[in-house]
Each structure stands twice: as C-alpha cells, then as structure tokens.
C-alpha cells in the first residue's frame, strides 16, 4: 500500500474485495475518505462494467483488467486483479487531478502490482 500511496498524485489506495464488497486493506492521506464506503460504492462500479456486454473487449468481461474514471478533480484507477469473475480482488487508487498523471499512474501501478504477483504478494 506504501508504495502505491508514493504514486505522485496518489490520495487512497483500496484492495477491495469484489464479492462482498468490502476493504480488505487501505491506506489514504485524506482522514474524510471511509474505506469501506469507498469499497461497497466502487465495487458497484465493478459490477456494472463487468456484467455489460458492450463494455467487453473479447468474448466475455473477465477480459476486463482495468476501469479508469476521471473526473474534474481527479481520477479513479480501478485495477482488476487476477482471478475468476466469481472472487476477483481489485485495487482503487484515487489520485488528485493537480498533482497526479493518468499515464504515469497507471505505468506505475501496473509495475508495482506485477512485481507483488512476482513474490506472491499479488494472490
């Protein structure tokens, strides 16, 4: 989470739970940011994205691996972590729109979560 947390820009890091929706761990340098409703309401998002056939990429929507929100502060990266549909862990990072970079962000968070996979951290 620390090293997702030095991601310029970065406010809130979540690993969130996709079938119940809730935070499984979190970390945030905003105190007004509640996990776990960050947790249940993007987990919404999840789902929908997830269960809308014309937001698949191939044949299905476990293709999906990633959902990126922007917004006029900010944006939302949701990252969708290995696994089936049915237990799929995903990671919220909530960056600032005046200090983070989308491409930046991204690039980074991939490297990170590659790496974590790589030690057994990721599963």
Do not use: W, Y
Request: aromatic content about 2%; some cysteine.
């Amino acid at each position: 989470m620390k090293r997702i947390m030095d991601i310029p820009g970065a406010c809130s890091v979540t690993l969130v739970d996709g079938t119940s929706g809730l935070a499984i761990a979190a970390a945030s340098n905003n105190n007004a940011i509640d996990q776990h409703e960050d947790a249940a309401e993007t987990t919404d998002v999840v789902r929908a994205v997830l269960d809308c056939p014309a937001l698949a990429t191939g044949e299905d929507s476990d293709d999906v691996a990633e959902i990126i929100v922007c917004g006029a502060r900010g944006f939302h990266l949701l990252h969708l972590l290995n696994g089936d549909s049915d237990s799929r862990l995903f990671v919220h990072v909530l960056c600032a729109g005046d200090t983070g970079n989308l491409a930046l962000a991204r690039f980074q968070l991939r490297g990170i979560l590659a790496e974590s996979a790589e030690d057994g951290l990721g599963r």
